[in-house]
């Protein structure tokens, strides 16, 4: 299995079937071979979806490899709490996140709440404290890091 050769060939692939491919590795566990393959989209990644790209990955991969070598398919996502890139959050607009600042912002260094606004310099988060609703700017620079959180 040459996975230079299969990388660069799923980097084509992937995103025919409506997903990014965030990283791809092989390694041994309990004398088998895993190729995991972790990807992303904006829009939810649910179990169905990661069973269908599974199994079209898995034909491709049959057809594109053609060593005897055996190996696990191994197919996931980031996660539903993923990381966020600063540079995209537009596509993001309307979901629930946690942000962690560098500097605080009237004492508080971590904020969680919807994501109602990105401007080319900064975010807007409505997030609520008790039953007050409060709206906070947060400017982009000042974001030490940013994801998809679950609201209860």
């Given at each position: 299995m040459d996975l230079v050769k299969i990388k660069n060939l799923l980097e084509e692939k992937i995103p025919t079937l409506g997903?990014?491919?965030?990283s791809i590795n092989r390694k041994v566990e309990k004398g088998e071979v895993l190729l995991s393959i972790v990807v992303d989209?904006?829009?939810p990644i649910d179990m169905d979806a990661i069973?269908?790209?599974?199994?079209?990955?898995?034909?491709?991969?049959?057809?594109?490899?053609d060593s005897e070598d055996k190996y696990m398919l191994d197919v996931s996502s980031l996660g539903a709490e993923k990381p966020l890139k600063v540079?995209?959050?537009k596509a993001y607009e309307g979901r629930y996140v946690n942000v962690h600042v560098n500097n605080a912002i009237n004492g508080n260094n971590i904020f969680e709440g919807e994501l109602t606004e990105v401007k080319e310099d900064s975010i807007?988060?409505?997030?609520r404290i008790k039953t007050r609703v409060k709206t906070v700017v947060?400017?982009?620079?000042?974001i030490y890091k940013i994801r998809l959180a679950i609201k209860f």
């Open positions: 997903f990014e491919l965030v989209r904006v829009e069973v269908k790209l599974s199994q079209d990955l898995s034909t491709y991969l049959d057809e594109i490899d540079d995209n959050l807007t988060l409505t997030y947060i400017l982009l620079s000042n």
